[in-house]
């Protein structure tokens, strides 16, 4: 049918930075094509996921700075961080402060790279395009770090 959407995707991802190490970029995609009984989003558990998967990765303890997202805060989540506490420590951003979070400096890398200008035919090359454009910041650490020190934070206040 002309005009209608064919869905969409969602992306969310770790920044990961260890002193004398280099810095990570962990994400995942959701991609929603409008299907009945199909999640529209990430849940809670899909970010717990997230986390777990970056723990395992990196095999270390994590300090997570996070913005208000209402999945971030939900009793589920604060129930799976209190659990996880031996490993995991949150550290919530203030409402309305993308500035000190250092993955929406990776949104901007994304959106000025392979999404800037963009028409795509379909969602399935729109993802392809996401994917590569976040491969590449992967394998480019210097940008990674480039996003902490954009907020002003350094790895020794965290």
């Known amino acids: 049918m002309p005009g209608r959407r064919a869905g969409r995707i969602s992306v969310a991802a770790l920044s990961c930075y260890r002193p004398g190490e280099r810095s990570r970029l962990l994400y995942r995609v959701h991609i929603y094509r409008r299907h009945k009984g199909e999640k529209a989003s990430f849940t809670w558990d899909d970010y717990r996921d997230l986390i777990l998967m970056a723990h395992r990765q990196l095999d270390a303890p994590i300090v997570l700075i996070w913005d208000n997202l209402n999945r971030h805060t939900c009793s589920e989540m604060r129930q799976f961080i209190a659990a996880s506490a031996d490993w ?23 959106n000025r790279g392979g999404l800037a200008n963009l028409a795509v035919t379909g969602l399935d090359e729109l993802v392809r395009v996401v994917k590569r454009g976040l491969k590449k910041i992967q394998y480019r650490p210097h940008l990674i770090d480039g996003c902490l020190a954009e907020t002003g934070l350094a790895l020794n206040q965290l």
């Open 88 to 110: 995991l420590r949150v550290v919530q951003l203030p409402a309305y402060a993308p500035e000190l979070n250092p993955t929406e400096g990776i949104w901007s890398l994304l």
